[in-house]
């Protein structure tokens, strides 16, 4: 559910002397302003104009945790379930359970706020990279050149903010061989207007994630206002009266999260036997503690559904990340590749001088990692701490810090640029349920204790001679962070408010915010500066010998792919492109309607009003991953023909590298879509507002 050899930038680093023309594979997770025109020309005959790029660009949206778009001139937005399930999850209560029963607003008047959800608009890119790499002089060390690009960038966003209004990121591409200044503009109110069941959106459960054939219906549909009226929308995305066909050409536009195709070999060793272990540790553990409290009743599974929905996908995810960077095949193809490119760039003593040490300097600080690694993820990353209300303590405590100093000295996410998207996080009325916070809580805090040891020094600052579940009870029990209104309070009072406090969650974040702080520095000054100036030597040698036929790793911020609907080979049988609605009912009988395969009674009654061989998932060669959950796929008339919302198993390991021939994205049908609405739902209304537009 979240998720290209001239494969691609993975890469970046392993085609260096291959011929094949860009055009050859369907790889690529291209920026609007970098889009591959003349390949998707001589591919699929289709001229990309940039009056047809700023339409898709500005119908296309960003939620906090993946993408959608505009379907309607009155804001009706497309995503998926899992993007607005925590909103649902939310406004759900033990006496109405909208993820059970799901929810459909027949009129504006009945559509649910969503306090917390917000979305971005992407309204500009501007290329400041001349202006962030002035800021390195001549002699400076990695940590000084890094800060001094920092530096630069946070008075760029809060130049751009304080002129335009829109939020201003500087967005790092290239492993920092380019950056670029993307403005948003944001809205959030947003109302919800249609979600199926969760067990409709989820049909399969966790044995069919990331595998195909598939048969779910993960959509939802919000509307988005402005100034207490929905809002008028020029773009949006027309929805496709005949859907899409076999072998046709497709776009998907959104953010997709990150990708590692331009990493090292070094760099992937290091993700593969150190880092990602480490995360897939911490999220079994959590997993464990999910399932326990779930297994308590029928309140307590609704209230952590959603959470554990998102563990089971990251641990898919992660063991699919170690399966293919564990495979003999894939790494020997990418020593072989980044070999090649290093071998090109010897001969030349000036290229050998400047681009020739940053393999060695980026492995160092990779090896060096391992080392301090558990405590970056414990302290700096809050592996530790599974609670929001410990991530509250802790910004409250950074917030007086960090606003005492110049804006240009401070952390990031606490510069004046960003302070909305803090305060928006800070202040969340999510509901909050003690019971659940305590054996999150207890969970984390017995995975650190395992890892680092019972008798050790970490160990007992953070529990104080108490056993885990005792540490938790004592912590949510005592903490007045609940309380939307007192952490207000607390930010609005600066360092005396929070000293005066005594509140025993932010007495836990100052006991380690000493450590986590001097961890962060460490990993910024030894990994993060150090890979900023080397991997944009590898770039720069790159882009001599590619230019911009190259793309950038995925940074959540708007690409667009393109591809074909296609169907594909797995253990010597084909696989299809199109599922159909009589296939899910099917496959609810092939497993005598047991979890994950059952179907919701609403589903089983309108079954005979339901034409069943309406098309219902299908795949296509798009490059996505992680963070293109609720992304349009769209066709080059600019029509909604499908909804992004997994890739099948072979596309895990598409983070690292793309292989056409089996990487498949998988889309909700547009066709199925509006069938669900009519037949099941009876939301009439709601489809005739679609294809009224």
């Not at 050998?352 to 990353?381: M, N, P, T, V």
Request: hydrophobic letters at 40%.
């Amino acid at each position: 559910m979240k998720l290209r050899s001239l494969l691609c930038a993975l890469i970046l680093a392993l085609f260096a002397f291959q011929t094949i023309p860009v055009s050859a594979v369907d790889e690529g997770m291209w920026t609007f302003n970098n889009v591959p025109k003349v390949d998707i020309k001589q591919k699929y005959g289709f001229d990309v104009t940039d009056e047809w790029l700023r339409k898709v660009q500005l119908a296309s949206v960003r939620f906090p945790n993946g993408s959608g778009s505009f379907v309607s001139p009155t804001g009706l937005v497309l995503t998926n379930y899992h993007i607005v399930e925590k909103a649902i999850g939310d406004a759900s209560t033990a006496e109405k359970d909208y993820a059970k029963e799901g929810f459909v607003a027949h009129k504006q008047a009945d559509e649910l706020k969503a306090p917390d959800l917000f979305i971005d608009v992407l309204m500009s890119i501007e290329d400041v990279t001349e202006r962030v790499n002035a800021a390195v002089k001549t002699g400076m060390s990695a940590p000084d050149a890094n800060a001094a690009r920092g530096a630069t960038i946070r008075a760029i966003e809060t130049e751009s903010n304080q002129a335009t209004g829109f939020r201003s990121d500087v967005v790092t591409l290239y492993q920092g061989g380019q950056y670029n200044l993307y403005r948003y503009k944001r809205y959030d109110d947003i109302r919800v207007v249609f979600v199926p069941e969760f067990q409709a959106a989820f049909f399969g459960g966790d044995p069919d994630n990331f595998n195909f054939p598939r048969f779910n219906i993960d959509m939802a549909l919000v509307r988005v206002y402005e100034n207490g009226a929905p809002l008028k929308v020029e773009n949006y995305f027309k929805w496709s009266k005949t859907g899409a066909r076999d072998g046709e050409l497709v776009f998907v536009t959104g953010h997709p999260g990150s990708t590692s195709r331009l990493d090292t070999v070094a760099h992937l060793e290091s993700l593969r036997d150190t880092s990602i272990p480490l995360v897939l540790r911490m999220l079994q553990s959590r997993q464990v503690a999910l399932k326990a409290y779930m297994a308590q009743g029928e309140e307590q599974n609704r209230r952590a559904e959603n959470e554990l929905n998102s563990v089971e996908n990251s641990i898919k995810v992660y063991k699919g990340q170690i399966q293919g960077l564990s495979d003999p095949a894939v790494m020997a193809k990418k020593r072989k590749a980044e070999q090649a490119l290093r071998n090109s760039i010897a001969p030349d003593a000036k290229k050998q001088q400047e681009y020739g040490s940053a393999w060695e300097a980026i492995g160092k600080g990779r090896k060096d990692l391992a080392s301090y690694e558990r405590d970056r993820r414990f302290l700096d990353a809050s592996a530790g701490f599974y609670t929001p209300l410990y991530s509250y303590a802790r910004t409250l405590l950074r917030l007086a810090e960090e606003s005492e100093k110049p804006n240009a000295k401070r952390l990031p996410e606490y510069t004046d640029a960003r302070r909305p998207a803090l305060e928006g996080a800070l202040y969340s009325t999510n509901p909050i349920y003690d019971d659940l916070e305590k054996i999150k809580l207890a969970s984390s805090l017995a995975f650190l204790q395992k890892e680092y040891g019972p008798n050790s020094d970490m160990a007992k600052k953070v529990l104080k001679g108490k056993t885990p579940e005792a540490r938790a009870a004592e912590l949510i029990d005592g903490t007045k962070l609940k309380d939307v209104a007192y952490r207000r309070q607390l930010a609005t009072g600066g360092k005396k408010a929070i000293e005066d406090a005594h509140d025993p969650m932010i007495e836990l974040a100052q006991s380690v915010d000493k450590e986590a702080r001097a961890v962060r520095k460490r990993y910024e000054e030894e990994v993060v500066a150090v890979e900023r100036a080397n991997y944009a030597k590898i770039a720069r040698a790159l882009f001599e010998q590619q230019g911009t036929k190259l793309y950038p790793d995925a940074t959540f911020t708007l690409r667009l792919s393109y591809g074909a609907v296609k169907g594909y080979r797995e253990n010597g049988k084909f696989v299809p492109p199109f599922t159909t609605l009589g296939g899910l009912y099917a496959r609810s009988n092939q497993f005598h309607h047991a979890f994950p395969y059952n179907l919701p009674p609403r589903w089983t009654a309108k079954r005979k009003f339901v034409n069943l061989r309406t098309p219902f998932n299908f795949v296509s060669t798009n490059d996505i991953t992680g963070g293109n959950s609720g992304s349009p796929t769209i066709n080059k008339n600019r029509e909604l023909v499908g909804l992004i919302f997994d890739g099948n198993i072979q596309s895990i390991v598409g983070d690292f590298e793309y292989d056409e021939s089996i990487n498949r994205s998988i889309s909700v049908d547009a066709r199925a879509m509006l069938e669900v609405l009519r037949k099941i739902f009876g939301a009439n209304e709601v489809a005739a507002e679609l294809m009224k537009g």
